[in-house]
């Protein structure tokens, strides 16, 4: 049976205990090619899909939620209506959901699946998936790949990936794209954290940063969000071997 990614890391720095300084820079270098080599093969995939949207939300929701049967019907919409791909985690709960819509509407349903011991298993509802060891190449590579992102209620991975990007947004780091937050009860009360704590209490954002996102269960508002949106025509440079 393979090793999970902790495993491989807690011998890493079991090894790195009995190296010398040597040995340590030689093991940080191979480290640091695993992670280029990683970021690279998931820029290559994704640069494949050039017309997409991404979903996010919980993988433990399951088939008998309401909010699963809303996004496989979301992204069968997205595929049939707009032509476009349908991006996602690759594991369950949402990310099934909407990799379902997209494969049973005959799309294009793309997985970056992220090897964990427990929960991440990959669905069966990818045409074509990429598994991958590291969370944070993960996030780099979904927020550079699609034309609007599609936020449904999740754990604390959900809300890493939507700051993440809403960050990424706000600084200009990446430009601004739709991203749509699905479920107005669940999001409706992180907005209100949002507006009446780092808003208005500490004055940490500014007022139209308040505007990088919306709050809708409204599928045709989604689908002309989406369809008004520029397709995004560059993907970071990889390196010439």
Same mark, same amino acid.
């Given at each position: ?24 820079? =030689? ?10 080599? /990683?970021?690279?093969?998931?820029? =290559? ?8 949207? @991404? ?5 433990? $929701? ?41 494969? /049973? ?20 509802? @990818? ?28 754990? &604390?991975? @959900?809300?890493?990936? &939507? ?7 706000? @600084? ?22 949002? /507006? ?23 599928? =045709?508002?989604? $689908? =002309?969000? $989406?369809?008004k949106t520029p397709v995004r025509v560059s993907l970071p440079a990889t390196r010439k071997h």
């Open positions: 049976m393979s090793r999970t990614q902790k495993e491989k890391d807690d011998q890493f720095e079991f090894e790195v205990h009995k190296m010398d300084r040597k040995e340590i820079h =030689e093991a940080i270098h191979r480290r640091l090619d695993r992670i280029y080599h /990683e970021f690279e093969s998931s820029f =290559e995939f994704i640069k494949k899909y050039p017309k997409s949207v @991404t979903f996010f939300g919980s993988a433990r $929701i399951r088939e008998d939620n309401p909010y699963y049967k809303k996004a496989e019907e979301l992204s069968g919409r997205i595929v049939k209506e707009l032509g476009y791909s349908v991006l996602s985690g690759g594991g369950g709960g949402i990310m099934e959901a909407s990799n379902r819509g997209a494969f /049973e509407a005959g799309g294009k349903s793309v997985g970056l699946n992220i090897r964990l011991p427990k929960e991440q298993l990959p669905n069966r509802y @990818t045409t074509k998936s990429l598994e991958l060891s590291y969370f944070f190449v993960r996030k780099v590579a979904l927020s550079f790949a699609a034309e609007a992102y599609i936020f449904f209620p999740g754990g &604390f991975g @959900t809300l890493d990936e &939507f700051f993440e990007i809403i960050t990424l947004v706000q @600084t200009h780091k990446i430009p601004r794209v739709p991203i749509i937050l699905y479920g107005n009860e669940y999001w409706n009360m992180i907005k209100e954290f949002i /507006e009446k704590i780092i808003y208005e209490k500490y004055q940490a954002i500014n007022k139209e940063d308040l505007e990088l996102f919306t709050i809708t269960e409204n599928d =045709e508002q989604i $689908i =002309e969000i $989406i369809k």
